[in-house]
């Protein structure tokens, strides 16, 4: 058996909040390893959310989340520009459809204001209908909120945690923690971390980890959130995300254009008790069409490409959860629900000054750029549109998915990359492959082949899986820079050879 | 890059366009395919059944699809696989994705030859978990014999269409058993009209009015719930494989990003007889105007469609907004026909049949034209009209409609409601 690996902080959870603080602290000094009990980073709330860049304009005034949604509103505008995850400014626009939702409108503006946010504007129905003339009858007026944009969730936590995996921090996948003791994490296959210090950003399963250090002081309720996703031929319809008036029973129902092109409707609220309840419903289906044919009658009339069902880590408290226990070493990270897309960065931050009395966490020097990551978003050049890339690099010309548009060129970077793709799903998240209206009817057989091959180049009947038991869950860094004991005495990353083939995949990545 | 005629598509529809065209156009006739190789649905559908209407053979779809290349190729048309035509530069110009460069073709004429594909699961909302092992037919196919890949061991078919029975070919040559086929229909719709191995042979079992409402399995299918419409009753029928199959629909995107009339039934472009588009020198042939018909039919779209392509280059004038064309519309149970505008005695569409899709069993149908209320003309057929095919109609039932009379309607009528005598047109 391998000796256990050693450290000075664990992050349990590869999510946007654990990936983000693994991240932040391996901008340190310190070692980290960033624990994820999936077979891949992002694979669990973090990936079904609305994906909106939120002001925090309607967050409650005074809270920790209000705070930190603001701060990390600026900080992932930044970070996005920087590394290119997409972001289109849409702005939205929160319509109300009967005389109490009207009344609410200018306190809404006002809680705006207290949040630090001053660009709200309430708007007749005239404006309403001039911004999304396709709304249906009854709108009676709206407020603007000009700052809210869509994102890239995937590729948001795929470049955190692709960052921190540059910057040094170590990457497990595929362990799910088991028991801790004493500064001991084990996990469910048996192996073990010691670590000075535990942060805990398990999302749905971070009440269970709060449990095991003794606690017992919330409870994740997991609320599941369909969706429905639009074919892009409906994108002209949604210009801007259309907001619900907030009530007493939810946030309700919103239509948004996605990162992707697609137009997106949803998410029902259903608290649920089992935390691995991400199927669909026929309730909530017919829930969210009933709910469509009031928002935007001719929505419904286009395809359906894809449905979701997504689960957010709802706990029974108003606001964010987290709490330094010196003590035990240890760090929780609760409750953080939609929000912490916007507010991940804010919250490592925040995370790192509660720290910082018991650890030093002050960056280091000749940290590495940020990851430049593929672009994934409808509205910016995509390689397939891209005549210099393709004259340089022929595989970028090479459609694989049509409805996607997307290149072997890019399949076979994402599986070059430093936290390559674990299975099917892994990299429909990295490159949006087979997640087109057509849904693998002419593509899926080749996919499915480029994943067992692991995105090597296959003629038909040569479909083999080399290396495929070996890639899953396995350990990801970027092996010089870490300081982390027994990472080298493995051989898990050298034996792959997977060093210089990354090098190759971040500079061809940042050339484009 | 500039050519006389760009076909988008190298199924059966394009590549029997691109035969009949190139050997009469005075410059390049180009057809694009966005897959490794031309031939379109028919590469993957290894079962004989193919070329009976247009090559006078009876061979397998990927002998077929190699067929048809061959012709396009001998006709003198450039054939360019690996070429995906990804949106319209201007009216007559289009944007392509290749291995070999991003470039912009122009074209005198385009004819549209995209086809269509199955509804995949999302589109059908059918509820439940997302394991892996749920697949159109297409997906099935490919895998099962471009990719010998390994499917399941138990299926559940969602549809009876003619496709249906194709995935359960495909299955059973991938050695995977079809425990059920379920059909929301009460007649088993193509089941009756399939005979090429025979529906006994393949012991499938098929329950009509019934409808999987929701697939269950973490990682890999389990199982399926299937509701019998007509009680309500649920049950479980445990399968690891689920096909979904037939609910076919257009693949349009070019044709709606070129701002294409599209038809509210069939969600392909609106043509006349001729196969022009609503965009003059835009043209359309095989499924995506018709989802679907038999890859032949589809084939002699595209000879059909020659003649219109040529009339247009060498400057003819005409075109569907010209007096004298009338529009056709159907009434329910027809969903939709293809095409939708013709000129009474004008030259009919290809065959000189309508296309049209029922939702309801008619074993001795009777078809009725009808125009601002009067009976213009009408037709007893020999061969039924049923779910999940193509229902064919003469185009002579249209043959007395007034130029200026205003839209024709089509309304089909089983045996004995039915009261006009007509004559009875052979099957075809």
Not at chain 1, 232 to 258: D, F, H, Q, Y
Request: proline share 6%; with cysteine.
């Amino acid at each position: 058996m391998n000796p256990p690996l050693t450290c000075d902080v664990a992050v349990i959870g590869g999510g946007i909040v654990g990936a983000a603080i693994a991240r932040r602290l391996g901008g340190t000094s310190l070692s980290t390893v960033l624990v994820e009990g999936r077979d891949d980073v992002g694979d669990g709330t973090s990936k079904a959310n609305t994906a909106i860049l939120h002001t925090g304009f309607d967050a409650t005034p005074g809270t920790l989340e209000s705070t930190l949604v603001a701060r990390g509103y600026h900080l992932l505008s930044e970070y996005a520009s920087a590394t290119g995850i997409p972001v289109e400014r849409t702005s939205a626009l929160l319509v109300a459809w009967d005389d109490e939702q009207l009344a609410a409108l200018p306190g809404l503006c006002t809680k705006a204001e207290k949040n630090g946010y001053d660009e709200c504007e309430l708007v007749g129905p005239d404006e309403v209908y001039r911004r999304v003339p396709d709304l249906g009858p009854g709108a009676l007026g709206g407020l603007t909120v000009p700052g809210e944009s869509i994102i890239c969730t995937w590729t948001t936590n795929l470049a955190l945690a692709t960052d921190a995996v540059n910057r040094g921090v170590t990457l497990l996948r595929g362990r799910r923690v088991v028991a801790v003791d004493d500064g001991s994490l084990t996990f469910a296959d048996g192996s073990s971390l010691r670590a000075r210090w535990v942060i805990n950003a398990a999302g749905l399963g971070a009440d269970k980890i709060d449990n095991l250090f003794g606690y017992d002081r919330f409870t994740v309720t997991p609320r599941r959130g369909e969706l429905l996703v639009f074919d892009k031929l409906a994108r002209a319809k949604v210009p801007v995300i259309v907001l619900p008036v907030p009530s007493k029973v939810g946030k309700g129902v919103l239509v948004s254009p996605t990162i992707y092109g697609n137009v997106m409707l949803g998410p029902t609220a259903e608290d649920l008790t089992d935390r691995t309840a991400t199927g669909t419903s026929a309730a909530g289906f017919s829930f969210l069409r009933s709910k469509g044919a009031d928002l935007m009658p001719s929505l419904l009339q286009e395809e359906v490409t894809a449905t979701y069902a997504g689960l957010r880590a709802a706990i029974d408290r108003n606001d964010y959860l987290i709490s330094l226990d010196a003590s035990l070493r240890y760090v929780l990270v609760g409750g953080i629900r939609s929000t912490g897309l916007t507010a991940g960065m804010a919250i490592a931050e925040h995370v790192a000054g509660l720290l910082s009395p018991h650890l030093d966490v002050a960056p280091r020097p000749d940290l590495p750029a940020p990851p430049r990551m593929p672009n994934l978003g409808e509205a910016f050049t995509r390689p397939y549109q891209d005549a210099a890339l393709i004259s340089a690099d022929p595989e970028y010309g090479r459609v694989v998915c049509f409805c996607e548009r997307v290149t072997r060129g890019e399949i076979r970077d994402a599986y070059a990359s430093p936290i390559p793709p674990a299975d099917l799903d892994g990299l429909r998240r990295r490159t949006r492959a087979m997640n087109g209206r057509c849904q693998g009817f002419y593509c899926g057989a080749e996919v499915q082949a480029l994943v067992s091959s692991r995105g090597e180049a296959s003629s038909y009947g040569d479909a083999s899986s080399p290396g495929d038991a070996s890639s899953r869950g396995d350990v990801s860094s970027r092996g010089g820079a870490s300081s982390c004991g027994g990472v080298s005495s493995r051989g898990g990353v050298s034996s792959r050879g997977d060093a210089s083939s990354r090098g190759d995949a971040s500079s061809r990545g940042g050339a484009r | 890059m500039n050519v006389r005629v760009l076909i988008v598509g190298g199924g059966p529809a394009g590549l029997t366009a691109a035969a009949a065209l190139a050997p009469r156009v005075d410059g390049p006739v180009l057809v694009l395919d966005r897959e490794r190789t031309m031939g379109g649905i028919p590469r993957h559908s290894d079962h004989p059944g193919y070329g009976l209407r247009d090559l006078r053979r009876f061979i397998s779809g990927p002998a077929y699809a190699r067929r048809l290349t061959d012709l396009a190729a001998a006709a003198g048309a450039q054939l360019e696989t690996e070429a995906m035509v990804t949106g319209w530069a201007s009216s007559h110009a289009v944007e392509v994705t290749s291995p070999r460069g991003r470039r912009t073709m122009t074209a005198d004429a385009v004819v549209l030859a995209t086809g269509a594909r199955e509804r995949p699961r999302p589109a059908r909302l059918i509820p439940g978990d997302r394991p892996d092992g749920v697949y159109t037919t297409g997906q099935l196919q490919n895998l099962v014999h471009l990719h010998h890949a390994e499917v399941g061991r138990r299926a559940v078919v969602i549809g009876a269409e003619l496709v249906s029975w194709s995935a359960v070919l495909t299955l059973r040559e991938a050695g995977c058993r079809t425990v059920l086929m379920t059909s929301e229909f009460d007649r088993p719709e193509a089941y009756a009209a399939f005979h090429l191995p025979g529906r006994v042979g393949l012991r499938v079992p098929v329950r009509t009015r019934h409808r999987v409402v929701a697939i269950h399995g973490k990682g890999r299918v389990s199982g399926v719930d299937v509701e019998d419409l007509r009680t309500g009753k649920r049950s479980f029928v445990a399968c690891d494989t689920v096909i979904t199959t037939g609910d076919w629909i257009p693949d349009h995107e070019l044709a709606r990003l070129g701002g294409l009339t599209i038809d509210a039934g069939t969600l392909g472009p609106r043509v006349d007889a001729g196969l022009r588009t609503s965009a003059p020198g835009v043209f359309a042939a095989g499924n995506l105007l018709h989802p679907v018909d038999t890859a032949d039919v589809a084939a002699l779209d595209g000879r059909h469609v020659a003649a219109a392509v040529l009339d247009h280059l060498a400057a003819v004038p005409r075109g569907s907004s010209a007096p004298g064309a009338v529009e056709v519309v159907v009434d329910a149970p027809l969903q939709w026909v293809s095409p939708q505008i013709v000129e009474p005695g004008g030259p009919g569409p290809s065959r000189d049949r309508f296309l049209a899709w029922t939702t309801v069993f008619q074993r001795f149908p009777t078809v009725t034209a009808t125009q601002g209320g009067r009976v213009i003309g009408s037709v007893r057929l020999a061969w039924p009209a049923a779910p999940g095919r193509v229902f064919r109609i003469p185009f002579s039932v249209v043959r007395d409609a007034d130029p200026n009379g205003g839209p024709v309607h089509l309304s089909v009528t089983g045996r004995r409601e039915s009261t006009v005598s007509g004559t009875v047109a052979s099957p075809g």
